[in-house]
């Protein structure tokens, strides 16, 4: 079976620093990786995801997270965050092949403050 | 990708009572998912639905609490069986599409009084 592990329940930080939301996974098989995002009172939505190809994936806002078979882990970074970028944000993984479950991390809310 | 409509978007509901959600896609999809967000948590996955078949559920939940039914390849439903405040939560269904990924509905806000 699959799972995921955020290993940061809250990050804070500052407007314009650069921020790493860490996730690692387990899986035994191939899996595809995604980051959804989830603003205040609103609905999911998907940032990026890795399927298959380049390692390096990055989302329309600046965000970026790099596939580390080695280390199973899928980090998301942004090199200077803004007020805006405060979310709770979730990383997940599925079985790589199609129709198959998506399981999340337990989510790791980024705090920007000014 | 795919667009989901879902609703209810909320209910405030009588503890007791059931509640069915529905989920309408505009396009064919194969498997469907339910998901359940308990406030200030993460997504758990409910059951798995594929049209024609009984749905597949996960561990620590059963088809007489949270029926769901699949009669064709765009829609779905899901029904919150004698609710109590514990089943508070957010619902969700979910398509998933190839490369393009996992859509999701906007989301069913469930208060149990």
């Known amino acids: 079976a699959q799972s995921v592990t955020q290993l940061d329940s809250q990050v804070p930080v500052f407007e314009e620093a650069p921020v790493e939301l860490r996730c690692n996974y387990s899986s035994s098989v191939s899996v595809y990786l995604f980051w959804y995002v989830q603003y205040p009172n609103q609905g999911l939505q998907l940032l990026l995801k890795?399927?298959?190809?380049?390692?390096l994936v990055e989302s329309i806002n600046g965000f970026e997270a790099e596939f580390n078979k080695s280390q199973t882990s899928f980090h998301l970074r942004k090199p200077s965050v803004h007020i805006s970028d405060t979310a709770e944000y979730f990383c997940a993984v599925s079985v790589s092949g199609g129709y198959n479950k998506l399981i999340f991390g337990a989510g790791t809310r980024l705090a920007v403050h000014p | 990708s795919a667009v989901i409509s879902q609703k209810p978007s909320r209910d405030i509901c009588q503890r007791g009572t059931s509640l069915t959600i529905q989920c309408q896609v505009d396009s064919q999809v194969t498997m469907m998912f339910w998901y359940r967000q308990q406030p200030g948590q993460s997504l758990t996955l409910i059951a798995t639905?594929?049209?024609?078949?009984?749905?597949?559920?996960e561990s620590g939940f059963v088809i007489d609490k949270f029926p769901i039914s699949r009669p064709n390849l765009t829609f779905s439903t899901l029904t919150v069986s004698n609710m109590s405040p514990e089943d508070s939560s957010i619902y969700l269904c979910?398509?998933?599409?190839?490369?393009?990924?996992?859509?999701f509905g906007s989301g069913t806000r469930l208060t149990v009084v």
């Open positions: 639905a594929n049209q024609g078949s009984e749905a597949t559920y």
């Open positions: 890795y399927l298959s190809g380049s390692t």
């Open positions: 979910s398509v998933e599409h190839g490369a393009a990924g996992y859509t």
